[in-house]
C-alpha cells in the first residue's frame, strides 16, 4: 500500500487513520488539484451507510486459531474507528480504502435478518454456534438507527440457536431483554473488548467506541442480568497498553465477567502503514520501541499470518505476556473453563400452513 496521504486534522475530528491511501485493489488513488489558486475549504468527513442486498449471511471459516466455524456480519466497515483493527483490509475489497473510508463509508445489510432464517430453515443446515462481531462490531452506532443486529437475534432466539458476540457497543444493553432469556437457555454468551483503563488513550487509539468506564459498566448490566461475559484483553499493545494487562482482568472480574482471553496487536496488510502513521503522531517517543517488539514476534515482520502464531507472536516477550495472562487468570478465577453453547435446542419454527407432527 502507498504511504498515507494525511488529511487535515479538523476533518478527521473523531477518527482512527490519518488518510485514506488506496488499498490494494484500488492502486490509482491519488490526489490532484482543481487548477483554482486558492486554498479549499473542505468540509468535516462525515459518516455515509450504502445498503447491500446479501446473497448470503453465515460465513464459514476452518481456521485452527478460532473457536467457531460460523459468522454473521450485519455491517461492512466500522464507525468505532479503532485505529488497529485488523478488519480494515475487508474493505479493499470494496473499493474502498482500509484508512477512513473504514470508519466513514459503511454498508448496511437491512435483509440481513430474513436471509440468516433461510439459511437456518435449509435441510441440510447442521447447527453451530454463531459468532457475530468478529469482523466488525454489530453494535457500532449506525445500528441504533438501522436495528440489524437485534432482528438477527431475535431470528436466532426464534430458532433457539447459539449465539457469541463480540462488541465495545454499549448499545448490546437494548438487546438484554432477548439476551436474557437466550443465556437462560445456555445460547448466548458475549465477549466485551477492553484495551485500557486510560481514556486518553482510548479516545485516541479507539475514537467512536465508548470509554473503558463505559464498557465496565456495560459488562456488569450484562452480567446483573444472567449473561455471561468474557472480558478479552484485546489487542495488547507492548510498550503502550500491556503493562494494563492485570488491571484490564481485575477491572474485568469486578464488574462481573466469568472468563477472559488476550490477543496481541495483529497488523495484517494495509493495517501496518495505518498503525506507524497514528504512532508518529500520537506517541512518537514511543513508537521505536512498539515496532521492535512486534517484529522480535514476528521473526522481523511487522506480522506473521501463519496459523498458530499470528494472535500471539512468538519468543520471549510473548511468552513471558502469556504467563503473566495465565497467573492473574487463575488468581482471579477466570481461568475455568465455560459451558459450551447448547446446540440441543435447536429447532425451525413451525410456520403458518406447516403440518403439525402426529406425535
Known amino acids: 500500500m502507498a504511504s498515507a496521504e494525511h488529511i487535515d486534522p479538523t476533518r478527521r475530528k473523531g477518527r482512527g487513520a490519518l488518510g485514506n491511501a488506496a488499498g490494494r485493489y484500488d492502486l490509482a488513488r491519488e490526489t490532484e488539484a482543481d487548477g483554482w489558486d486558492r486554498p479549499e475549504d473542505l468540509p468535516p468527513l462525515r459518516t455515509e451507510v450504502s445498503l447491500e442486498r446479501p446473497r ?13 466455524d460460523r459468522s454473521i456480519n450485519p455491517y461492512r466497515g466500522c464507525e468505532h474507528g479503532c485505529v488497529y483493527c ?6 479493499a475489497y470494496l473499493g474502498l480504502s482500509p484508512g477512513l473510508d473504514f470508519e466513514t463509508r459503511l454498508v448496511a445489510r437491512p435483509e440481513a435478518a430474513e436471509v440468516l432464517a433461510r439459511e437456518l430453515c435449509a435441510p441440510r443446515y447442521r447447527v453451530a454456534p454463531i459468532a457475530v462481531g468478529t469482523n466488525t462490531d454489530p453494535y457500532q452506532p449506525i445500528e441504533r438507527d438501522h436495528r440489524i443486529m437485534r432482528d438477527c437475534l431475535s431470528v436466532l432466539a426464534r430458532f ?18 432477548i439476551l436474557a432469556t ?3 437457555q445456555g445460547l448466548a454468551r458475549v465477549g466485551v473488548s477492553l484495551t ?3 481514556p486518553v488513550l482510548s479516545r485516541r487509539m479507539e475514537p467512536r467506541a465508548p470509554a473503558p468506564a463505559r464498557r465496565l459498566q456495560m459488562i456488569r448490566r450484562l452480567t446483573e442480568a444472567g449473561i455471561p461475559v468474557r472480558v478479552m484483553t484485546s489487542p495488547l499493545v507492548p510498550g503502550l497498553s500491556d503493562h494494563e494487562l492485570e488491571a484490564l482482568l481485575e477491572a474485568g472480574r469486578a464488574a462481573g465477567a466469568d472468563a477472559a482471553s488476550w490477543i496481541m496487536l495483529r497488523l495484517p496488510m494495509e493495517v501496518s502503514r495505518l498503525w506507524q502513521d497514528w504512532l508518529a503522531e500520537h506517541y512518537p517517543a514511543r513508537a521505536v520501541r512498539v515496532m521492535a517488539r512486534l517484529r522480535e514476534m514476528h521473526g522481523g515482520k511487522d506480522y506473521d499470518a ?3 502464531h499470528r494472535m500471539r507472536g512468538q519468543g520471549p516477550y510473548a511468552e513471558m505476556v502469556a504467563q503473566r495472562f495465565r ?5 482471579l478465577g477466570l481461568d475455568r473453563r465455560t459451558e459450551p453453547l447448547r446446540c440441543d ?3 425451525v419454527p413451525t410456520k403458518v400452513g406447516d403440518q403439525m407432527s402426529l406425535f
Not at 448470503?56 to 467457531?68: A, E, V
Open 345 to 347: 435446542l435447536f429447532r
Open 56 to 68: 448470503r449471511m453465515i460465513t464459514y471459516n476452518r481456521s485452527p486459531d478460532l473457536p467457531f
Open 182 to 184: 437466550m443465556a437462560r
Open 306 to 308: 501463519r496459523w498458530g
Open 327 to 331: 497467573l492473574a487468570a487463575k488468581r
Open 86 to 91: 485488523f478488519a480494515r483490509p475487508s474493505h
Open 196 to 198: 485500557t483503563l486510560d
Open 160 to 177: 433457539r440457536h447459539p449465539v457469541a458476540i463480540v462488541t465495545k457497543g454499549t448499545l448490546i444493553e437494548r438487546d438484554i431483554d
